[in-house]
């Protein structure tokens, strides 16, 4: 079972998160996970802490000689904007953040609630995720992520190879795959920067070369779409999580929402096992299995909650109303999130594999992963 957690504050020492369960065996390549650290730090529309942190990742346990053990992984991403101890008291609890409840719910300071619920936390999440993008690879699974809408600006991705769509994605300022919806995103950032107003949108995140049964239909917690779910509705700012179709199946006659089922032998060696859908509505999972068939999951990232025009609060101290505190924010960071979207799902699509063909190894994994492809093909 792999289980994983973070620990760091804002602008505290470090970010550190905490694998335990992964296999040994992988040789890993941190260069691919500062490749990730630098991606969610880019995007157009972010604020000066970017600027600040130069993300890269040490590995302080759980690896020799390049390798993992299989005993506990903790990756480092230290801070360079590390002032905690200098930092002042909030006073004034800044709506659509955690300041007024969080600070209520420990009965203690605001900036204690708001270093932790922080974003900035998601540089450990990425960290742990592009290791499991690894550990994916090696049974040739892809997974990947790109903005398809900002606020009103549809950014629909063009149907291209992986290889062409990630030209695409790491060219464009937003990370759509729509280079023509760019000038107009940019645009609106822009607009809405000189109005002190922040933007949201959507994100999408394919993963390919799933093999049938991660996830189980037999209890509510094993099923991945609920996993996947939580993993990312957990992530700071996600309003809403779509499996496939997602909210569009409510309005359309069964008829046009599930995909119908055929056999194409010549097929039989890929992942799908030769069982062909003509549609992918479900988006690659049926009763919380993959079913062989991409996986399609999408988020709605709520605009930034820190407006430099500020929204009213009051202050806690007083009980007298003010503006909300201003601390340097993005005005969007809908780039950034794309790249956690598709790290969290690739950890929680880890985590199912492990579950699946784990065993202590990757060299065990592999043969239970071949073994259960040989069965399934028989079936
Ligand atoms: C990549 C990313 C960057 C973010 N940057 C900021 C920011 O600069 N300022 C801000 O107020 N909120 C930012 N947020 C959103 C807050 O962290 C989030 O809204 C807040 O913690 C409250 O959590 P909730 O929106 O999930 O309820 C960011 C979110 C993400 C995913």
């Given at each position: 079972m792999l289980r994983f957690f973070t620990a760091g504050e804002s602008h505290g020492k470090m970010l550190l998160a905490h694998l335990d369960g992964f296999p040994a065996g992988l040789t890993i390549d941190?260069?691919?996970?500062?490749?990730e650290l630098a991606r969610r730090q880019g995007g157009y529309g972010r604020g000066g802490r970017q600027k600040l942190e130069a993300d890269t990742v040490e590995v302080l346990t759980g690896v020799w000689h390049g390798a993992t053990l299989g005993s506990p992984i903790v990756l480092c991403v230290a801070n360079q904007d590390d002032k905690l101890e200098r930092m002042k008291e909030v006073e004034r609890p800044r709506p659509g953040h955690g300041d007024l409840t969080g600070a209520i719910k420990y009965l203690g300071p605001i900036r204690g609630v708001l270093e932790r619920a922080s974003a900035r936390e998601t540089a450990a999440r990425v960290a742990a995720g592009a290791l499991a993008q690894q550990l994916l690879g090696e049974?040739?699974?892809?997974?990947?992520?790109?903005?398809?809408?900002?606020?009103?600006i549809a950014a629909p991705p063009h149907a291209r190879t992986l290889t062409e769509l990630r030209t695409l994605r790491d060219a464009s300022p937003m990370y759509t795959l729509n280079p023509e919806a760019d000038a107009?995103?940019?645009?609106?950032?822009?607009?809405?920067?000189?109005?002190?107003?922040?933007?949201?949108?959507?994100v999408e995140v394919r993963a390919e070369n799933l093999p049938f049964g991660l996830g189980s239909h037999t209890q509510w917690d094993r099923k991945l779409d609920g996993l996947l779910a939580q993993a990312v509705m957990s992530i700071q700012a996600i309003k809403g999580v779509e499996i496939g179709l997602g909210f569009e199946a409510a309005r359309r006659p069964g008829s046009q929402v599930?995909?119908?089922?055929?056999?194409?032998?010549?097929?039989?060696?890929?992942?799908?096992?030769?069982?062909?859908?003509?549609?992918?509505?479900?988006?690659?999972?049926?009763?919380?299995?993959?079913?062989?068939?991409?996986?399609?999951?999408?988020?709605a990232m709520k605009p930034i909650s820190t407006l430099r025009r500020?929204?009213?609060?009051?202050?806690?101290?007083?009980?007298?109303?003010?503006?909300?505190?201003?601390?340097?924010?993005?005005?969007?960071?809908?780039?950034?999130?794309?790249v956690i979207v598709e790290n969290v799902v690739a950890l929680t699509?880890?985590?199912?594999?492990?579950?699946?063909?784990?065993?202590?190894?990757?060299?065990?994994m592999k043969s239970r992963y071949a073994a259960f492809l040989e069965l399934a093909r028989q079936r």
């Open positions: 941190t260069t691919l996970i500062d490749r049974f040739g699974v892809t997974v990947f992520g790109y903005v398809t809408q900002l606020e009103q107009r995103i940019v645009a609106r950032v822009d607009q809405a920067t000189a109005a002190g107003d922040t933007l949201g949108g959507i599930h995909d119908e089922i055929a056999y194409d032998e010549t097929q039989a060696n890929r992942p799908h096992l030769g069982y062909v859908r003509t549609t992918n509505n479900a988006g690659g999972l049926e009763a919380g299995m993959t079913n062989g068939q991409p996986l399609v999951v999408r988020a500020p929204l009213n609060s009051i202050n806690l101290r007083t009980k007298e109303p003010e503006a909300a505190a201003y601390e340097r924010s993005d005005v969007c960071a809908l780039a950034a999130c794309s699509l880890a985590a199912a594999f492990i579950e699946k063909f784990g065993g202590d190894s990757l060299v065990e």
